[in-house]
């Protein structure tokens, strides 16, 4: 997972570059119709120049797409000098390229490839940096930078003779590479003409069934757009002879006049055009999508969403450039790209259905400019039936987004960080934070992961510094994190993310600095944010900063006064202070980070002690220890490092459902006596509800 993470992380990269590229390819468009702007926009007038101009430099973002993402994964998954493997990257796929060129030039005929066609619709051939090859669009590019990522992680550091130095480092990856490079050209060769065979047969389907044709037509496009196949779906249509001569949208332009004055359906004028509807999601899925984005991400961070999402929404239903929106998600949580594809078809074919048809196939200015506006005198019903069911679409993707996103929590933009809602920031939290912000932020966290030496490597996504450390156990708890400024911390066995907002990629700079440095270096850089804490604590070099911290609930259920549980050693606090939970479910969790300093042996009982001292006892029932363990599936042993959130025991259904004997589960603080204690009553989930706040008595 931590994996899929990094590589969700490194794809953000590049589509952050789609926004304004779209907008500008857009707007050039517009500029360049004649339609609109009559003369000014003919082919000769300075005007159609400067904008063709423009046009073309937005293209680039678009068509050198799968250069862009070998350049941008090794930004994100690279473990060290990430810069040189960016280099070895564009160095190895462009050798790949004329590999792969030169076996389809000598023998493309054995490998079914004509390499004397055309580039482009249904040869399966393009350009890659003036090297003509093959199609293997933003899949092919990825594998290929995937194998130059292990090469450089693998090979980077490599000692050689000292006679051999010249060709340490990354001369001596994209030497490997280079070797490695031939046999992967020749088995694209040998696999990626059946791959692209496959799409002809799927386009001869397509154009003999009917409506439901339309629909699959739609959802084959938009499946493979992450793999850069779609193109071998709908350029043969749009843009050559699949469905009429020169392709759709040729056509459709050079009987513009006839289809305008006509009174006959447009569904029975150009029956072709169902197979250019796919813009109707580019227009009318942005504003479902937005908002269901909106309205589940944190409020805190609402802004942000909007700010992201909205320049993406707008190059999508302007320009039908859908990449900026589709792309934001897709690598995050790819159910809901398939969910999206299935509702870009439903939206196709119910369109084609209501009669809808004609060059549909960008954004709402070509729309204008090549429907709309023309045709409009005499096919305006139909327009406004389709633009009645694209907006009822958008309800449903609407819909359909926020259930998904909520049901199954998934991390959309605005989600990505912990729930600290549980933590109430003091002033002295502010004054950590600020010094966090300076130079020593980067060193604090590395001092919190266990020092340099702890350090495997290092990466970053969008709002998260990911770490992979040797030790767990030298990891400081989540509350230790949030006390320099973090936002919170995630681990996963030995995979730990710090989460530190939008900021990231200049921590990881420093990080990646301090990691270079002593540890006296580190000392000094640590210690101003350390002293600022103390003074403002109001503690001391000698007594150290006042410590308090929260206790989150370790069932699913809801809290109760411990004065209620029918049981007087724990009633009258026999044990210590606290409070009891009633449970919802079986799964208990560790309520604080800490050490498992007992597990009872009939399992029913656990007690952790914090680093700051706390020690805590879970007691699952009341006279459960008569089970004999029966029903109790412990998941840790005593010395175990656990953090909020860890399984502690699973408890069978037997033990939860019995009416006559409810399964309180006491939390008690067995030290209690050298703690202020706040209860907190109410509804609770498991490993995110503080149940309890202390704090040191002074």
Known sequence: MQKVQRFGGAMFTPVLLFSFAGIMVGLSTLFMNQSIFGGLAAEESLWYQIWFMIQEGAWMVFRQMPLLFVIGLPIGLAKKQNARCVLEAFVIYITFQYFLSAILNFWGTGFGVDFAAEIGGASGLTTVCGIKTLDTGMLGALIISGIVVWIHNRYFDTELPEWLGIFSGSSFVVIVGFFVMMPAAFLFALLWPRVQG????????????????????????????????????????????????????????????????????????????????????????????????????????????????????????????????????????????????????????????????????????????????????????????????????????????????????????????????????????????????????????????????????????????????????????EADFKKIGAHGLSVNGTAIQVIVGLKVPKVREEFEECLTKSEDELKQLCGTAEEENIRESGGDRETGPVIEGCIY????????????????????????????????????????????????????????????????????????????????????????????????CRVSEGLLCNPDKPLYTPVIVANSTEYKIEKLEGTAAAGKTCIMKYQVKK
């Open 553 to 648: 609930a370790p069932q699913n259920g809801r809290t109760l006064p411990l004065e209620q549980v029918p049981d007087d050693v724990f009633s009258q606090k026999v044990l210590g202070d606290g409070i009891a939970m009633l449970p919802e479910d079986g799964l208990i969790v560790a309520p604080v980070a800490g050490t498992v300093e007992v597990v009872a042996e009939t399992k029913h009982a656990y007690a952790i002690k914090t680093a700051d001292g706390l020690e805590l006892l879970i007691h699952i029932g009341l006279d459960t220890v008569n089970a004999g363990g029966e029903g109790f599936d412990a998941m840790v042993c005593p010395g175990d490092r656990v953090e909020v959130g860890s399984i502690l």
């Open 198 to 477: 496959a799409m002809l047969m799927l386009q001869e389907f397509f154009k003999s069934s009917g409506t439901i044709g339309v629909g699959l037509y739609a959802f084959c496009e938009k499946i493979l757009l992450p793999t850069g196949l779609h193109h071998f779906i709908y350029a043969p249509f749009t843009l050559d002879s699949a469905v009429v001569p020169g392709g759709i949208e040729a056509y459709w332009a050079l009987h513009l006049n006839e289809f305008a004055n006509s009174t006959q359906p447009l569904k029975e004028l150009f029956p072709a055009g169902g197979f250019e509807l796919f813009g109707n999601a580019k227009v009318f899925a942005p504003i479902g999508i937005t908002l269901a984005f909106y309205t589940t991400a944190k409020k805190e961070k609402r802004k942000q969403v909007l700010a992201l999402m909205i320049p993406a929404a707008l190059t999508a239903m302007l320009t039908g450039i859908t990449e900026p929106i589709e792309f934001t998600f897709l690598f995050i949580a790819p159910v809901l790209f398939v969910v999206h594809a299935l509702l870009c078809a439903c939206i196709n074919a119910v369109m084609y259905l209501a009669g809808v048809s004609g060059a549909f196939g960008n954004g709402l200015i070509a729309w204008l400019s090549l429907n709309w506006i023309p045709l409009g005198k005499n096919h305006w019903q139909t327009y406004v039936i389709q633009v009645a069911i694209g907006l009822l679409f958008s309800l449903i993707w609407f819909l359909v987004f926020r259930f998904l996103i909520k049901r199954f929590n998934f991390l959309t933009p605005g989600r990505e960080e912990d729930d600290t809602e549980a933590r109430l920031y003091t002033k002295k939290d502010y004054r950590a934070k600020q010094a966090g912000e300076g130079g020593s932020y980067a060193a604090q966290i590395l001092n919190l992961l266990g020092g340099t030496g702890n350090i495997l490597d290092v990466t970053n996504c969008a709002t998260r510094l990911r770490v992979n450390v040797r030790t767990r156990e030298l990891v400081h708890p």
